[in-house]
């Protein structure tokens, strides 16, 4: 059991997050012309939906996006005492040439995003790989470093974020929850 | 030796008598009998309060596997787990390397079995019918028969043409010697490995037709019956040759027919393992082949239990199924199988179980009937109809350990054996 | 298998598929494991298959292929398989012409042994790709008609289909003369008939197995060209049947026998489907038992 500590992004706040991401990533980019936008299953691909209709609106133009499973691409797949769900990535297009932006809604150990990595670049040879998240907690394992992020949350190892989304949990919510206490 | 036998109940269907008493043996002789008799000084005196006396019981169906496969078996250690299973004899089988379908082969196996345990255990051969067990030319039966063979066989191979069987039957009978049939229609079962069933459509495997054991038992009915002579049905399997037999008998003809332990007690769905110990020839049947048994055991259509012990080492038996040669071991697990399926479950009482190992066996074959009578020399199996064991295969004096039964719970189990002045305690 | 199981597998196996529709056909769950694949029956198109999804895993991959019984080779299967496996084999893919021999095996060795047919017995893996390729077309296989026609008796194709169809709610028959029909397999709740234009009308899918030339001519049924005449697939049967029946087969074909060229390459034909969905599926079991703990 996780009692509450914060909640650190509520519905309103997310969706303003969102909406700055998605300008940031089109200052950057200057425009959206050359973009392809990949979530990271599950809710980064929810993640990454939102922004690219932020972007559409934005741009009046279609924005090509994509969804990524990085189960078989996990370092810790065998030995796992639970068998991770392998769901299938979409990814339809042509990413060589791209300018992909990897969307995810934690970064955390940085392991996930290299999972994803190598998963994109058996898919084609993008021109650019840029990382959006919607929290940075910290405590990064390996060279990893978003290009893009929505909320920086310091973080002890043994709490956790927990991000719902409309889509999946009925609200838009960041919360930060202490670490696991005995029943 | 003075052995005094206290409180065991004698059970002998010859004579009629079912009795607790004490016996007094000295030197293999029975020196007196019946009502208590007092300890004396020099004698050994066992406890057998609970335990059943009987006629030595006689396995008319053993593969001692010497000479030629010393390997799997030797008449040795054949005899010794005969003794630890309860049996005072047992009729070898001529599928040796050589045959024994010479004089000298007979000579031999007596002459080895008179040295293991003291000659405790009567071999009885069954010579072959053909030369070499091929089929094609008779034996010198004449002169098997004259050197101690007891009956005629092929064994695990029929005697396939119709007109060689005839001259068999015919042949055979000029020394009062029966013939005993491997009844199996070879072409209808050419690749099997187990009977043919639901359980074989569903495993894979190829199926060995239960009529093609009819078809030969219904053949040489009529071949018997024509010429007027007789014949044994070796380990029947089916419901079909049961009334087949059943039917010979009532017309009066002289066939009689054996049936093993674990053709009463496993259906093939045990072969759903894949245990290469469930394969074995005939194979293992289905439920209606069992119940049909049972009523012959029942009703006297089927006149003995014989084990067909068919030792093979553990390396031939670890293979893939369809691989593995057929057969299991069964001198040691009879008695508790038959006690098990067959006296507590009410299909035959203590009495007609004697009979099925002892007094039938011994008058198909011309056997003397065991005498149990003070002057005559004791001839005993004596075992323990209550006593629950759980068998274990490694502990086998068999050289060979390929059963089904590891770990299976049994009642009933040989206390020790008495015959031609030698005792052996299991 | 329970109808979870197979679910798992399908839906697994269709994102697999996806991977073999990349540029770069490989992924990474495998690496590093060795499987060592144990043909001891002529195969070309499983072996290839399994071969196949091993190394699109990033499995290594060791073949061993032998025609012969363990015993005329004079090493027993079981020692064969231990000495592959004290070389640190992580898996076991086996073909046998033995009936049980998997069973056997994975008593006596460590490793996971998957079957990739045995005997007469069974083959999931081509019942797991048949059902993909029925349910890839359908959408599902619950309440479907799926006929089996050919040498029903001897084949672990049939037994699979039978088993994994059933547990998915599917309908079963079974075709063939006679004498290629084993005992009691209504009792695996199958219809059974003997003359294909009487099953042809009713079923949405059949299934035609191979008819094994050389070992029961003469004896189980009396020559190819009667059987051809009788129960060969071809295109005058199907329009005969007045139904658009779907054509799979698991391979290799006999053109002309069971089956006629024409109907093998029709639009009608999933076979090349069954093919490639058949890697799928092999990834998806070897992925599946490789994580599963």
């Known amino acids: 059991m996780r009692k509450l500590r914060a909640k650190i992004i509520d519905g309103q706040g997310l969706e303003r997050t969102l909406t700055r991401l998605a300008h940031e990533i089109l200052e950057k980019n200057k425009g959206a012309a050359n973009l392809v936008i990949v979530g990271i299953k599950t809710r980064g691909a929810m993640i990454a ?110 709490e956790s974020i927990r991000v719902h989304l409309m889509e999946s949990d009925g609200e838009d919510e960041v919360l930060l929850m202490y670490p696991e206490t005995p029943e | 030796m003075k052995l005094l036998l206290k409180g065991g109940r004698l059970i002998d269907p010859a004579s009629g008598r079912d009795e607790v008493l004490d016996m007094l043996l000295i030197d293999g002789r029975i020196e007196k009998m019946g009502k208590p008799i007092p300890t004396a000084t020099g004698m050994e005196a066992i406890e057998l309060k609970g335990k059943i006396i009987a006629p030595g019981f006689i396995d008319m169906h053993v593969h001692l596997r010497e000479p030629g496969f010393e390997y799997k078996e030797t008449i040795l250690t054949g005899c010794t787990s005969a003794a630890a299973g309860g049996f005072t004899a047992v009729c070898c089988m001529p599928n040796t390397n050589p045959a024994i379908d010479d004089e000298s082969v007979v000579r031999f196996i007596q002459s080895k079995a008179k040295a293991a345990l003291n000659g405790l255990v009567d071999v009885h051969p069954v010579a072959a019918v053909t030369k070499g067990r091929k089929g094609e030319h008779l034996a010198p039966m004449a002169e098997l028969a004259e050197a101690g063979a007891v009956a005629f066989t092929d064994d695990g191979d029929p005697v396939h043409d119709a007109e060689i069987m005839r001259r068999a039957l015919e042949y055979a009978a000029m020394f009062n010697k029966p013939i005993i049939q491997h009844a199996q229609d070879l072409p209808m079962t050419k690749g099997g490995v187990m009977n043919e069933g639901l359980a074989s459509t569903e495993l894979g495997l190829a199926g060995m037709p239960s009529i093609a054991e009819d078809v030969m038992v219904a053949r040489d009915i009529s071949l018997a019956e024509y010429t007027g002579t007789q014949y044994h049905v070796a380990h029947m399997s089916t419901a079909g ?50 119940e049909s048994i049972l009523k012959g055991l029942q009703d006297g259509t089927i006149d003995v239990i014989a084990t067909d012990h068919a030792p093979h ?33 009410g299909i035959l009482s203590v009495n007609q179980l004697i009979e099925k190992f002892s007094v039938n066996p011994r008058r198909i074959l011309h056997l003397p009937t065991i005498k149990i009578a003070e002057g005559e020399m004791a001839n005993l199996t004596i075992f323990d109809p209550l006593v629950e064991w759980v068998v274990d295969p490694t502990a086998f004096k068999s050289r060979s350990k390929n059963s089904p039964f590891g770990g299976v719970k049994l009642r009933g189990r040989s206390v020790g054996v008495i015959n031609n002045g030698q005792v052996y305690w299991s | ?82 000495n592959i496996e004290a070389m640190k084999v992580d898996m076991v893919v086996m073909r046998h012409s033995a009936s049980g021999a998997p069973h056997y095996l994975s008593q006596v060795i460590n490793a996971n042994v998957i079957n990739a047919g045995d005997g007469s017995h069974e083959h999931p893996t081509q019942a797991l790709l048949d059902m993909y390729t029925i349910r890839e077309k359908f959408g599902k296989l619950e309440g479907l008609h799926v006929g089996i026609v050919g040498d029903i008796a001897h084949s672990r194709v049939a037994r699979s289909n039978i088993y994994g169809l059933k547990t998915m709610g599917a309908k079963i028959s079974v075709c063939g003369p006679a004498t290629l029909i084993p005992k009691e397999i209504e009792q695996l709740g199958v219809e059974v008939y003997h003359h294909i234009d009487d099953l042809l009308p009713q079923v949405d899918v059949l299934n035609v197995l191979r008819i094994q030339l050389e070992r029961d001519a003469g004896r189980l049924f009396p020559s190819i060209r009667e059987y051809h005449n009788y129960y060969g697939i071809t295109r005058q049967r199907l329009d005969r049947a007045k139904r658009a029946v779907t054509i799979m087969h698991p391979g290799p074909i006999n053109r002309d026998v069971e089956i006629s060229a024409d109907v093998a390459d029709s639009e009608h034909s999933l076979i090349l489907q069954q093919v490639l969905n058949g890697v799928a599926i092999r990834m998806a079991v070897l992925y599946l038992l490789a994580t599963r703990n």
């Not at chain 1, 924005?63 to 769901?87: A, C, N």
């Not at chain 2, 009532?250 to 394969?279: C, I, M, Q, W, Y």
């Not at chain 2, 031939?316 to 507590?344: D, R």
Request: charged share 30%; no cysteine.
């Open chain 3, 1 to 82: 298998m329970s109808k979870a199981d197979i679910q798992l597998i399908l839906d697994t196996a269709m994102s697999f598929r996806e991977v073999l529709e990349r540029p770069i056909k490989k992924v990474p769950p495998l690496t590093g494991k060795t499987i060592a694949n144990m043909f001891f029956e002529n195969s070309t198109r499983t072996r290839f298959s399994f071969e196949l999804a091993e190394r699109r895993l990033s499995a290594d991959v060791l073949g061993f292929q032998s025609s012969s019984t363990s015993v005329s080779k004079g090493e027993t299967l079981k020692d064969t398989a231990r």
């Open chain 2, 241 to 290: 040759a049961t009334e087949l037999v059943r039917k010979a008998k009532a017309r009066g003809l002289r066939v009689s027919s054996e049936v093993t332990p674990h053709h009463f007690t496993l259906t093939d769905d045990a072969v759903r393992t894949f245990d290469t110990n469930t394969k074995m020839n005939p194979p293992l049947r289905t439920r209606e082949d069992i």
């Open chain 2, 313 to 345: 080492s553990y390396d031939e038996k670890q293979v893939e199924f369809p691989v593995a040669p057929f057969g299991i071991v069964g001198l040691e697990t009879a008695i508790g199988l038959s006690v098990t399926e067959l006296v507590n479950k």
């Open chain 1, 49 to 158: 939906g939102r922004i690219a209709r932020k972007i559409e609106e934005v741009e009046k133009a279609k924005v090509t996006i994509g969804s990524l499973d990085i189960t078989l691409y996990r370092d810790d797949l065998l030995g796992r005492l639970d068998q991770p769900e392998f769901k299938g990535t979409d990814i339809i297009f042509n990413i060589t040439g791209k300018d992909v932006i990897l969307v995810d809604d934690v970064l955390f150990s940085g392991r996930t995003i290299r999972a994803a990595l190598d998963e994109l670049i058996d898919l084609g040879r993008p021109k650019t790989i840029q990382l959006a998240v919607l929290v940075d907690r910290g405590h990064r394992q390996l060279p990893i470093k978003a290009d893009f992020v929505g909320k920086n949350v310091p973080t002890s190892l043994d």
